[in-house]
């Protein structure tokens, strides 16, 4: 074979060799640049999705509340005290919705759920209310603030308070064995439907004269309902303020529709009004899983 020919073949060869490889390297390229726009694009999408999604749960919150105490607060005085709401930027709410004619409610409880008030602060203006709760000993005590500003959702803020004093005789939180209670003369009967966690469930208090045995059926509007409803599990974190299914209702019965998050010790505090009187019933119950 004449050389010159041989070198030409293997030469063509060669760049014939090296056209490929780039050709590979190329195609291997533009491979990974495939791969990564569709990686890219796909965590945009999903992105996207959850950003769509939070647009259907309820309003972020947006409101910032500030609890303080014209003094420092002791068992047995009375010591007043300022809530004040704001937004998140530290612009006072100045705007609320009546919920139940009134419109804050602010629930007391001592730690031990021994001790619990309904009562409403009073409004000043400017988003701030004022109030002096009633605490009977020192100790610990959680307040849950319970309003609505217009246009939103509700709100529930709490605050924890160490009230200076002696403290009162605390008392282990245990279910009740009977769900039936006598209070200011009336005999009240709480019963459930069911009884389970993540579930919405009926509770219905039905009410006797404690003496007779006969129904009661003359209950009058409490803050414009047959009855209201507050129910805080034993950790003091779930918070629960429920309003009758039927408002009007006059008794004996007065059903309520719930859920329980978890499971574990509630305690409940229904509230009622006859002949002019409130009378709250209290009852404790462990929600099975």
């Not at 704001?86 to 629930?107: A, S, T, Y």
């Not at 006969?214 to 507050?230: M, R, S």
């Amino acid at each position: 074979m004449n050389p010159r020919f041989k070198i030409l073949v293997v030469f063509s060869l060669v760049v014939s060799l090296f056209l490929a490889a780039c050709s590979k390297d190329n195609s291997m390229e533009n491979m990974d640049n495939n791969l990564n726009t569709k990686q890219k694009n796909t965590s945009h999408e999903g992105m996207n999705m959850n950003h769509g999604n939070m647009t259907s749960t309820p309003q972020k919150d947006n409101t910032i509340v500030e609890f303080s105490f014209q003094g420092n607060p002791e068992g047995g005085k009375q010591v007043p005290l300022n809530i004040q709401v704001k937004n998140k930027v530290g612009i006072p709410i100045k705007d609320f919705k009546v919920e139940h004619e009134k419109l804050m409610h602010l629930i007391v409880v001592s730690e031990d759920l021994s001790y619990f008030d309904h009562i409403h602060p009073e409004y000043k203006g400017d988003g701030s209310f004022t109030v002096t709760p009633n605490f009977p000993s020192g100790g610990e005590y959680k307040l849950f603030a319970d309003f609505v500003p217009k246009g939103a959702d509700k709100k529930v803020k709490s605050y924890v308070v160490t009230v200076a004093g002696n403290k009162g005789t605390t008392s282990q939180l245990t279910e009740d064995k009977e769900l039936t209670k006598v209070v200011d003369g009336k005999e009240v009967t709480l019963k459930f439907d069911h009884l389970m966690t993540g579930m919405d469930l009926t509770m219905t208090f039905t009410i006797k004269d404690a003496k007779t045995k006969k129904p009661i059926t003359n209950l009058q509007p409490y803050l414009g309902a047959v009855g209201h409803v507050v129910t805080i599990s034993s950790d003091i974190d779930t918070y629960l303020h429920v309003h009758p299914l039927d408002e009007k209702a006059k008794g004996p019965e007065a059903k309520f529709m719930t859920s329980f998050p978890n499971s574990g010790l509630y305690k409940i505090w229904g509230q009622f009004q006859q002949n002019g009187k409130v009378f709250t019933v209290p009852f404790t119950i462990n929600v099975p899983k």
